[in-house]
């Protein structure tokens, strides 16, 4: 805690202004959490921060208003306000990582969710039947298809079932199983014409078309925006992607919902917990 | 249209007030429409409403502030504002009828979406694999596994596969096959332990557990409400969609959300319609 109050008197000195220049706090983290409690609860990998009173160790230190915020709502609180999505009314982000995050924000309204559960889409099943296994414990998520573990798992079995010739298997040869790390060497066999590896791309763009169809038949949002570490390998991905959206969507929503990359990489959680601040700020100096 | 006016008449009359003393008229219709602009565009069942401005020659017809809905949105708004959830702060409505509507209300906010295409839930994907056709033209939607008219065609499907004795296959012998109007029949059949009966409404109760999980992980409402026709079977079959639900979702909203039955039976749309008229009275006299 003391080092995240010190990362804030480092960001406020790098941009040059005054603790006494600051309006108010935003903090974000991962895991599960009380939004309006502002208390970290149960963080799967981070145990030493169970039922953590994050936003009152941080308002105390520094007596400002401050407010704590999901980190992958932030995030898309980050797009939505300063990023891709400023001129948008309202997005859905989902960011494609070791898991994959969801933010929904909707006329500058973060769905946070009555217990704190809002937009985890990374967990809507998208697979009844033989559904893959999701890291929590349960079938057919979306993650469990379109992660980056879940693309390395894939690719694994894929290998393993001997579905013809491909470069990825001189990997295997080397390291024994691809892993997380790996995406990029999938995506980039994919590109150079590997005919598995742009079978595995393919059926991973499909994936995530399925859970920005799902997204648009709920929340309908002006944007679907896609960030995280996979977006690296360019806009060719998120053309695969936007293909089957038009497939697979009514038709208004199809041709009216902008599909794109989010802009402020690793920093959209703490421009959004930045702007999450700001709002609270502006709503008590309207009341 | 001038029926729709004679309505509204007639419901003043009963309502033993005056036209003077209505303040707001809230409308709501199915099929596609653009909500803000007042509209219906192409409903599937009604082509001679193409293009209509409803809201418009009612607000004209009256000269009242007029506000215009979808019909399972006004449908959820109603349960939210007078029905099952006065006391939530937000709901989904999965209304079971020939299809599956949807309404989502987050904070007296209804999710209208952007090409007012919100809460399309019934065509969210469940199943991708093999999946089943939905109305819509797209497979593996909820709608195709869950519906009256998808339970029919599953009945008929399982007695083709001829899984076993059955008492519904008395039925088939008169009529030749389960349509839409015979899902009590079935409901029926399972409550007096027909094996087959029990197995179809089991897996109705379980697509139904992965729509309500679906938006439980992206919405995170207070309550998942339950209406429409199919909820006459009585709360045995809440309670199998209940059982699943547990089991499938998070910890946290597993505990927490409420999965009810909705209370206003039909009246719902038009509950829900005056609850628009009302809000929009609210706001226009709050600035």
Not at 29 to 38: L, S, V
Not at 181 to 194: K, T, V
Not at 255 to 263: C, E, G, I, P, R
Request: proline share 4%.
């Amino acid at each position: 805690m003391a080092q995240m109050c010190e990362s804030v008197r480092r960001a406020v000195a790098v941009a040059k202004v005054r603790l006494d220049d600051i309006a108010a706090i935003g903090v974000a983290t991962p895991g599960t959490m009380d939004i309006p409690g502002g208390v970290m609860l149960e963080p799967v990998n981070m145990p030493l921060w169970k039922n953590v009173p994050v936003r009152q160790y941080i308002a105390d230190t520094f007596r400002k208003p401050t407010v704590f915020q999901n980190d992958a709502n932030a995030a898309a609180y980050g797009e939505f306000w300063a990023g891709v999505g400023r001129d948008a009314r309202s997005l859905v982000l989902f960011t494609l990582g070791t898991g994959i995050g969801c933010g929904i924000i909707v006329n500058d309204f973060i769905i946070e969710g009555a217990h704190s559960h809002g937009a985890e889409c990374g967990h809507m099943v998208i697979e009844m039947t033989n559904g893959r296994m999701c890291g929590c414990g349960q079938p057919g998520h979306l993650e469990a298809y379109a992660s980056a573990i879940a693309i390395a798992k894939r690719t694994n079995d894929a290998l393993a079932a001997d579905l013809g010739p491909s470069i990825l298997r001189t990997h295997l040869l080397q390291t024994g199983t691809f892993d997380e790390s790996d995406c990029q060497e999938i995506f980039q066999a994919a590109r150079s014409g590997d005919a598995l590896a742009n079978r595995l791309v393919e059926e991973t763009a499909y994936y995530l078309a399925v859970g920005a169809v799902n997204l648009m038949h709920t929340i309908n949002p002006d944007m679907v925006v896609f960030g995280g570490g996979m977006i690296a390998t360019g806009d060719w991905f998120l053309e695969r992607i936007r293909k089957h959206v038009k497939r697979l969507a009514f038709p208004v929503p199809a041709a009216k919902t902008l599909l794109v990359y989010a802009q402020l990489g690793s920093d959209a959680g703490f421009v959004g917990a930045a702007g999450c601040g700001r709002q609270l700020w502006m709503k008590s100096n309207k009341s």
